[in-house]
């Protein structure tokens, strides 16, 4: 079972930058993967980037140049750095643990990127 407490979500003008923290209750070495998703009003959850505990990372294609997801295993934290943000990024972030064979999921913590 993994716990996870995602911070740091917000109001934030085009073009300006967030960071989104997510705590695990447990080593992030023991975590197959952890990942963002998001969900905005009236569309599917995706996949916004995601980090293997061997130290893959993969990201949509729409993120790409702007998001980087990174890992402190001292920590049990993962952090979403979002840059360049655009109108199109506002959605409902969630934390994501794929942890043997089920995921896991955080409260999920609202981005809005608006002027």
């Known amino acids: 079972q993994v716990q996870l407490v995602e911070s740091g979500g917000g109001l934030v003008q085009p073009g300006g930058s967030l960071r989104l923290s997510c705590a695990a209750s447990?080593?992030?070495?023991?975590?197959?993967?952890m990942g963002w998703h998001r969900q905005a009003p009236g569309k599917q959850r995706e996949l916004v980037a995601r980090v293997t505990s061997g130290g893959d990372w993969n990201y949509a294609d729409s993120v790409k140049g702007r998001f980087t997801i990174s890992r402190d295993i001292s920590k049990n934290t993962v952090y979403l750095q979002m840059n360049s943000l655009k109108p199109e990024d506002t959605a409902v972030y969630y934390c994501n643990a794929d942890h043997n064979f089920r995921d896991y999921w955080g409260q999920g913590t609202q981005v809005t990127v608006s002027s």
């Open positions: 447990r080593s992030l070495l023991r975590i197959h993967a």
